[in-house]
């Protein structure tokens, strides 16, 4: 098990640099020459979370840093973190905070 760790402190390190890009669970895999499952298990297993969770996690956190730069659109902070539909991250953004992006950035 001691290399499966450091499988996914390696895959983990990849999602923090590559988060805000299309990288899928498949492409990941193929990276490290493993299978999707396995791979989908080995995430949820030594962290807890999903591979989905693991990028919308890194995503809202980054929007919430660039929410403080009043220049910035929503709409651009949600191009930089890897949404192309502006919808679709409010969406996620209310759901994962609780408020709005632009109510989160009054506070």
Do not use: C, P, W
């Amino acid at each position: 098990a001691k290399g499966a760790s450091e499988l996914i402190r390696s895959v983990l390190q990849t999602i923090d640099s590559e988060f805000d890009k299309d990288i899928s669970l498949m492409e990941l895999s193929a990276r490290y020459n493993i299978s999707t499952g396995y791979l989908s298990n080995m995430i949820k297993r030594e962290t807890g979370i999903t591979y989905t969770d693991q990028i919308l996690k890194r995503r809202i956190g980054k929007a919430k840093v660039l929410l403080k730069d009043q220049q910035l659109s929503i709409t651009e902070i949600a191009e930089s973190v890897g949404y192309h539909d502006y919808f679709y991250f409010t969406k996620l953004f209310k759901k994962e905070v609780g408020v709005s992006a632009s109510k989160y950035r009054k506070q």
